[in-house]
């Protein structure tokens, strides 16, 4: 498939201005909260992603209208209805998504229809919480062969529940659900990254009335109706990173139009002490400069973790730049226990990077002393050199890629189309910044 294939003449500093619009791990939950309403809800600086299509197909088989004007999504809910199973599981795709329609279609139709999920292959990646809470809730789900079918013939409730790990699905899960439930949820060990404040801030606007009380607790008053929403979500802190790190790893210059300071300071800490540079432009239309300032890169010893920690999403993109630094560089990976498995390819290019099964460096974590290798050790700096990949997941892809931009010579890089989950344009985004790619 000469589509799905991007050809890299690497060994070029990246070096210019691309923009990052709507947070996509935001963007594809917020068109889920717009089912909520019994007005339309409008979403700007939507990017063009294939989880943002796949979200919009299944709201279309749902009922909902959904217009485009310019960058934002207009989401019609007035007419929600049942959509066919064998419809939704075609649509549904590689998605994960779908798991989070449970709460919003039991209240707008009193039952549900859940796909086996997609998404990245980076840990088994259960939904044990989701179940759990739902159930709590007052939901019934039956197993099916082709998916899960929930029903609440009581209604839904409010309910406390305490998560066993911050899972950010989970949380949106609750909150999806409680808003609308009759009666008071309290969320313990809730996830808090940006994204889902900035879920919280568009439920706040459709009506809803949601406390994040401090150490990880949410408490929910459930209403009984919600209106639409007006929203401009949050920039995509993970596509700024990795961008950021494509300019390290090729000794660029890239000006990230839309990033913000406050969402990426955590990574801005570990970009600093691997030696990276960045200057940040608060002016409205700003963003934030990312450059390798010339001098040898340095190791740095991490551990991934829910926010405030370094994100997991962050992971791979750093590590190609990693491969640069000179000495031994440590990346505990606490949220995915299958989420080195790219650094094969990356070896296979030059790199030096051991996977160990302990947790190295930091705390232990649910992973250890268990069959997952999911700490690494990366031995720099290596000289990349070109070779033919295979895209195994989304930031395990794009990392790939900026491995292939970083090495001297021709890479053949196959399955970009993975890539276009999560990264707008991102071909004509290289060619901008001066990348020698082609399809
Ligand atoms: C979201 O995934 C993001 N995806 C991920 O980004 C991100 O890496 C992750 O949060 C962590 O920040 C979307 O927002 C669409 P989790 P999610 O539930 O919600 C375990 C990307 O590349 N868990 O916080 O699926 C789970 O196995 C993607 O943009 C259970 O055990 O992540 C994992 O170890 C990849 N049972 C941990 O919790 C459950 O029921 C965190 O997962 C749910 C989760």
Same mark, same amino acid.
């Given at each position: ?17 691309? /923009? &990052? ?32 299509? &796949? ?10 209208? *959904? ?8 989401? @019609?809910?007035?007419?929600?209805? $049942? ?29 549900? !229809?859940? #796909? ?56 949106? =899960? ?23 404040? @900035?879920?919280?801030?568009?439920? =706040? ?66 970009? $600093?002490?691997?030696?990276?540079? !960045? ?9 934030? /400069? ?29 590590? &190609?730049?990693?491969? =640069? ?28 990077? =051991? ?11 649910? !992973?250890?002393?268990? @069959?997952?290798?999911?700490?690494? *050790? ?13 895209? #195994? ?47």
């Amino acid at each position: 498939m000469t589509d799905d294939l991007l050809r890299v003449h690497g060994g070029h500093p990246l070096r210019g201005e691309i /923009r &990052v619009r709507g947070a996509k791990n935001l963007v594809s939950k917020a068109m889920v909260a717009a089912l909520l309403g019994d007005s339309p809800s409008q979403l700007h600086d939507v990017p063009r992603i294939r989880d943002v299509e &796949v979200v919009r197909g299944l709201l279309e088989l749902h009922g909902v209208k *959904v217009t485009e004007q310019a960058d934002s999504l207009v989401l @019609d809910p007035s007419n929600v209805d $049942t959509a066919k199973v064998d419809e939704i599981n075609v649509h549904a795709g590689s998605s994960r998504i779908p798991i989070l329609f449970c709460g919003p279609l039991l209240h707008r139709l009193g039952h549900a !229809f859940i #796909p086996d999920l997609g998404g990245c292959h980076i840990g088994d990646r259960p939904i044990d919480f989701h179940l759990a809470a739902l159930r709590q809730f007052g939901a019934i789900v039956d197993k099916a062969p082709e998916g899960l079918h929930l029903t609440a013939p009581g209604g839904l409730h409010g309910t406390k529940f305490e998560l066993p790990y911050p899972s950010v699905g989970a949380t949106e =899960q609750v909150l999806l659900t409680a808003v609308r439930a009759e009666g008071v949820t309290e969320l313990r060990n809730a996830a808090v990254e940006p994204e889902i404040v @900035d879920l919280i801030c568009a439920l =706040q606007k459709m009506g809803a009335i949601i406390k994040v009380h401090t150490d990880r607790v949410i408490e929910i008053e459930g209403v009984p109706r919600l209106r639409g929403y007006n929203h401009r979500p949050i920039p995509d802190r993970l596509e700024a990173a990795s961008w950021a790190c494509a300019a390290l790893a090729t000794h660029g210059d890239i000006t990230v139009r839309g990033a913000r300071q406050v969402d990426m300071m955590t990574f801005l800490n570990v970009f $600093t002490a691997v030696g990276g540079a !960045f200057e940040v432009d608060d002016a409205p239309g700003g963003g934030v /400069r990312f450059w390798h300032p010339g001098e040898e890169l340095r190791p740095v010893a991490i551990e991934t973790d829910v926010h405030p920690g370094f994100m997991t999403d962050w992971q791979q993109p750093l590590v &190609v730049a990693l491969t =640069q630094a000179r000495g031994l560089s440590i990346v505990h990976e606490t949220v995915y226990e299958r989420r080195l498995g790219y650094t094969d390819a990356l070896n296979a290019m030059g790199a030096t990077i =051991q996977l160990y099964r302990d947790c190295l460096g930091g705390t232990p974590c649910r !992973f250890g002393r268990r @069959d997952f290798k999911h700490s690494a *050790v990366i031995a720099g700096p290596s000289k990349l050199h070109a070779a033919d990949l295979v895209i #195994p997941d989304l930031r395990g892809g794009f990392s790939h890629l900026i491995a292939a931009l970083a090495a001297e010579g021709n890479s053949t890089v196959y399955g970009v189309s993975l890539i276009h989950r999560g990264y707008e344009d991102f071909e004509a985004k290289l060619t901008a910044l001066g990348a020698a790619v082609s399809a």
